[in-house]
């Protein structure tokens, strides 16, 4: 029998399937980031921005509920299990979208895609942290963060396009059935399970155990807790920018292709940017990057109301792409290395619980805001929200991580 270790090259088999089966849950995600908002107003007329956000609202707290319980889980079913179980979620969503009669239909296919994502990310994560230890845990992160929001903008600009060409539907949605049976398949068939990993670190790991996870990763514990509200707010901004960028850009006169190649850059480069970010979130301290990158996507969405200029557009996309990317596996690192890797997946599972219900507030929020006013003082809304976060890391959050 082969003697396991800890490390990304020891294990990069199984390490880069799993970057790879993210990038198809990643892919799931933007099949209909840059369609949805236009198919609400279009095909099914609808016109109150609180009502056409209410697909994120349903996906956020169905991913967020979900993403809790496959922490809680995780040890006890199998993370292969929960991953493979989270592919079959995924099946019917592409199906129900193409043959919607109606938007209830949509809300059905948005909380199934919800749980998809919930059990198959989260299920990947722990996986991948399990898999490398402690050296790299931020680089691992940023090869899983960088691969699944790559496929999301690759995958939104491919469903943009084939839309701009062909129609809402059926067409850009086909995308999505090829993804759920080949996530599926690969996931069944090639994973192997990581507990045996958990142990081996655990042997030598010194972290404190929490009292209480739930409590401790949601506030109590300076770090986890500020980790925790910039987590929520980052994907508040998220649920802004996935529910009305596409509104607020058609509203200036841009069209659909012009459209989903400005929604596309922000994902794409939050993706491609992890590369390099979440090796930095192994050398340098997580603090500054989380408050700088916080601080790069409130700025960035702020001047987002002041222009019409399809070129600064891009420039905005890739600063709150690069801000975003700065955040993102330096979350996850960090959470990972507060927690013990018993309670580790649990902790990553609250963590994760907050962070996507951000999607379910902040479409809520930017939506109740646009329908009262107008959709600048929605966006500058959560500009000022997300500003706020990064204070709140800069003053609560100990500098040791």
Known sequence: MNQVKLGIRENWKQFFLLVLINAFVGGMVGMERSILPQLAEEEFQMAAKTAILSFIIVF?????????FTGA????????????????????????????PNWSWI??????????????????????????????????????????????????FASGYIASDFGLRPYPFYIGIFLSFIGLLSSWILVKDTKIHVGIESNSNETARLKNVFLDTSWRHPNL?????????????????????????????FGLEQIAQIVAIYPMVWGLGQLGTGKLADLLPKKPLLFWGMLLQGLAIV?????SDFTIFVLLSVLLGLGTAIVYPTFLAAIADETHPEQRPKSIGVFRLWRDLGYAIGALITGIIADLWDTNYSVLSIAFITLLSSLVIQVRMRRQV
């Open 303 to 307: 001047f987002m109301v002041f222009t």
């Open 107 to 156: 809300i059905i296919a948005n909380i199934l895609l919800g749980i998809n994502q919930g059990l198959t990310w989260s299920s990947t994560v722990v996986m991948k942290i399990d898999l490398v230890g402690s050296k790299n845990r931020g680089l691992a992160m940023g090869f899983n963060e960088s691969a699944g929001y790559l496929a999301v903008g690759a995958v939104a």
């Open 73 to 100: 889980l995780a040890n006890k079913v199998g993370r292969k299990n929960l991953l493979t179980i989270g592919w079959l979620f995924a099946l019917p969503v592409p199906f129900i979208i193409i043959y919607a």
């Open 60 to 68: 956020g707290i169905s991913k967020a509920i979900t993403n809790y």
């Open 225 to 253: 807790g500020s980790i925790t509200q910039a987590g929520l707010v980052n994907n508040l901004n998220d649920g802004m920018i996935w529910g009305l960028f596409p509104i607020l850009l058609a509203n200036k006169g």
